[in-house]
């Protein structure tokens, strides 16, 4: 299934990037996060608890390359997110639905019977439809539009799927890798040696 998502989004037209470019652009991130370490490592001075560069241009220069590791970092948790993220809930929705017919937690009496359009069932009705058959139930996309029927299904709906997404290592990983660069950027410049 992956293969098959991966196929798709080479013919997509208007991506941002190619998930195989992504590997150079990670590339040079590490190399300005070796360039933006060693400006601050080599130009800060610390005299009377005040710390400060020195030349004062090395000051520009490091918030020159900070600046530009903060950008290159958000542009690849953006693509990687947008690559990964419809792919990871796909097979987590996959995933608990086959759990849920193992655990036969939907009975078949009930999937026999007429299907009810979400609006018009109760909101236990609808996170158990959700939790068994998954957002693509067809109690769910009567209309043109998926329509969960309550806020309560609703808010299961994308409470599931953040847990889904939280899940993924690679996610995770940009996550803090953009988390570095801005606690680095706004808070302590050290912070970008996590970035190495």
């Keep these: 299934e992956e293969m098959t998502y991966i196929s798709r989004l080479k013919g997509v037209k208007g991506?941002?990037?190619?998930p195989n470019q992504l590997i150079v652009l990670e590339k040079l991130v590490v190399i300005i996060a070796i360039a933006t370490n060693l400006?601050?490592?080599?130009?800060i001075r610390k005299r009377n608890g005040h710390t400060y560069f020195d030349p004062p241009?090395?000051?520009?220069l490091?918030?020159?390359?900070?600046?530009?590791?903060?950008?290159l970092a958000s542009w690849i948790f953006i693509i990687t997110a947008s690559n990964r993220a419809p792919l990871i809930l796909k097979n987590g929705w996959n995933k608990r639905i086959t759990e849920s017919r193992r655990m036969q937690v939907y009975s078949h009496e009930q999937s026999t019977q007429e299907i009810i359009p979400a609006s018009r069932l109760s909101?236990?009705?609808?996170?158990?439809?959700?939790?068994?058959?998954?957002?693509?139930?067809?109690?769910?996309?009567?209309?043109?539009r998926r329509d969960f029927g309550s806020l309560v299904?609703?808010?299961?709906?994308?409470?599931?799927?953040m847990f889904m997404l939280i899940e993924d290592q690679t996610l995770i990983y940009v996550?803090?890798?953009?988390a570095m660069a801005i606690c680095g950027f706004s808070y302590s410049p050290l912070l970008f040696s996590f970035h190495l």
């Design 15 to 18: 991506r941002i990037l190619h």
């Design 39 to 43: 400006t601050f490592v080599t130009s």
């Design 57 to 60: 241009s090395s000051e520009i």
């Design 62 to 71: 490091f918030y020159t390359f900070a600046s530009i590791l903060l950008f």
């Design 123 to 144: 909101p236990s009705e609808g996170r158990q439809i959700l939790r068994a058959k998954g957002p693509d139930a067809e109690e769910f996309n009567k209309a043109k």
């Design 153 to 161: 299904t609703t808010l299961d709906y994308y409470w599931l799927s």
């Design 175 to 178: 996550s803090v890798f953009l």
